[in-house]
């Protein structure tokens, strides 16, 4: 029975050797966290796969440019973040975000539904979802990646560029904010 491979062996093939292999097994990790978390801010699963793809696309570029990486999960976070901005500057002369709101489509983030199926047993997920939606973009996010993706608050002050304790308060507020929105 052959042992999993970690992420820094993994990042270590790809780096030393461009193989193709050990990124598809990156990929093949990570793919439903990238989705959801695109999915969360596009609200378009064609939109949120295109942009997930692009995401791995351009974590591939960064490797073989050899810039150094601390985490793989930050990296890609850190992408998708920068392509959902681009993604809503070009969508900005085009539609307005409100057209987009309202243009929600059933939520299928890639595995099977069931966090969606945990979730819709504490509160109806559509409710939490337009909720989610009503808060500052920096509460969305650290929200998603804390409880959706799961993320240490380490990662997510990585991936944000903020401080951990920074991150905390940003996490109790957002909560907060949460709660009341909910009732």
């Known amino acids: 029975m052959s042992k999993t491979p970690s992420d820094q062996e993994l990042l270590y093939q790809v780096k030393t050797a461009a193989d193709p292999e050990a990124y598809a097994a990156l990929y093949d990790k990570y793919i439903q966290q990238i989705y959801r978390f695109v999915f969360f801010k596009v609200s378009s699963r064609e939109e949120a796969e295109d942009i997930a793809s692009e995401v791995f696309l351009k974590a591939w570029q960064y490797f073989q440019e050899g810039k150094a990486i ?74 998603t990646l804390r409880y959706i993706d799961e993320l240490s608050i380490e990662e997510i002050a990585e991936i944000t560029g903020k401080r951990g304790l920074t991150v905390r308060v940003m996490i109790h507020r957002a909560l907060k904010r949460l709660r009341q929105k909910l009732g």
């Open 70 to 143: 601390k985490s793989f999960s930050g990296l890609l976070y850190r992408i998708a973040r920068n392509s959902i901005i681009d993604w809503y500057r070009k969508r900005a002369g085009s539609q307005k975000i409100e057209a987009l709101a309202a243009r929600r489509e059933a939520i299928e983030p890639g595995d099977g539904g069931r966090w969606y199926a945990e979730l819709h047993t504490s509160l109806d997920a559509g409710v939490i979802v337009n909720a989610l939606k009503q808060l500052k973009q920096e509460y969305q996010e650290v929200i």
